[in-house]
């Protein structure tokens, strides 16, 4: 018998167990040194294997060619939200923004500090409950990027497929709620970033992906931690590095490639994602937040006819050991967030509880 509990959180969220097996008897000893994970340099030998080899992993994984880099920083996704119009976006410059969320509304305010900001699209009208078609797309005449987050984490909204700006506009992604939970064509992206925390590993660590001939023409004039091209050239150790959460990014990594890799984990969540789905639309009692056309396999949000029986609900899931279902605060009701490393089993046993739920309460 497990003593571990269903953990629905948005983020920091579940890891896979093998990852935290493995991880555990690495904290006292790495590799037999007689040094523990915490402990040893990340100039040293053993650390620099397991650097050379997540990035090699995340190459493998994603396709990721050659003349992309692939950075681990600090700061989380919102410094991605400052450092990506700090380096791209100029004063006179504008940038375009699919406004499709909490996230995305971050990202502007950020990017209004260095330059111009043109909203693409919006679905604040309808409190984010899905994604814009494109036919609605206002694009402007020559944008330094654009810039879009592919998985609305707090609405469960999620793109289908990236939006495709003008041609020769460098596009960036914030995919801290999806990365790697399906296959993605780099090669149509300017940047990719995303905090590690709810599909890649701990909090602390941010993965980019950046294209390098895109850094070479960043704004040259920024404080050195604050440049692409300080990471780039330095492999993302021109300061210390979060070695421990690369380690552990790095063990996550080779155990989507044991899963099967994006192709096997995209269909895995579509799996996991559909029985809930199914019964939000046959129920009578519950309802999905988000257009049908535009759910996230990331994050589920659904709520019941009243908010007391919302807060029964997510006490008496706790109670069930079903943690974390809480929606956010801007949404209300209930949130399922079911990354790459939730197990499908999980899924299952929340529906089960739903069907009694409703019956007990209709
Ligand atoms: C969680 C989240 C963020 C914020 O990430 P931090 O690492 O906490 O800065 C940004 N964007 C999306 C889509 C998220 O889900």
Redo the contacts with the bound molecule.
């Keep these: 018998m497990s003593d571990r509990i269903y953990n629905f959180s ?2 920091p969220a579940v890891m896979p167990e093998e990852v935290i097996k493995k991880t555990q008897p690495a904290l006292w000893n790495l590799n037999g040194s007689g040094i523990g994970l915490m402990e040893c340099s990340h100039r040293g030998a053993d650390f620099l294997a397991i650097y050379k080899e997540a990035e090699a992993t995340a190459r493998k994984l994603a396709g990721i060619p050659d003349d992309y880099a692939v950075l681990f920083l600090q ?5 991605q939200f400052t450092m990506v119009p700090m380096n791209f976006l100029t004063k006179d410059g504008t940038a375009d923004y699919l406004v499709t969320g909490a ?1 995305s509304q ?1 990202a502007v305010k950020e990017a209004k500090l260095f330059g111009k900001v043109n909203p693409v699209c919006s679905s604040e009208n309808e409190n984010f409950s899905y994604i814009p078609a494109i036919d609605t797309f206002r694009w402007s005449s020559a944008p330094a990027y654009a810039h879009f ?1 592919s ?3 707090i609405f469960g909204t999620q793109f289908r497929t990236e939006p495709v700006p003008p041609a020769g506009v460098p596009l960036v992604v ?1 995919a ?2 999806d990365i790697f939970s399906r296959p993605i064509d780099v090669t149509k992206y300017g940047l990719i970033y995303a ?1 590690a ?2 599909n890649l590993g701990p ?1 602390g660590v ?1 993965l980019v992906i950046v294209r390098k001939d895109w850094v070479a023409k960043a704004n040259p004039g920024l404080p050195t931690m604050l440049q692409y091209k300080t990471h780039m050239e330095n492999e993302s150790m021109y300061n210390t590095p979060p070695t421990t959460g690369i380690f552990v990014l790095n063990e996550v990594l080779k155990w989507i490639d044991g899963q099967g890799g994006l192709g096997a984990m995209n269909q895995k969540n579509q799996d996991k994602a559909r029985p809930l789905y199914e019964f939000l639309d046959n129920s009578k009692f519950f309802r999905g937040t988000a257009r049908p056309d535009s759910r996230s396999l990331m994050n589920v949000c659904f709520r019941a006819p009243t908010e007391a029986q919302e807060s029964d609900f997510i006490k008496q899931a706790t109670k069930r050991g079903l943690n974390g279902l809480k929606g956010h605060r801007s949404v209300g009701g209930m949130r399922a967030s079911i990354y790459n490393a939730f197990p499908k089993k999980g899924v299952d046993e929340l529906v089960t509880f739903m069907k009694e739920f409703e019956r007990a309460n209709q």
């Excluded at 700061?75 to 410094?79: H, I, K, N, P």
């Design positions: 948005p983020g700061g989380g996704a919102s410094l996230w971050k987050t998985n609305n984490t914030d801290s709620s905090g925390q709810k909090s941010t």
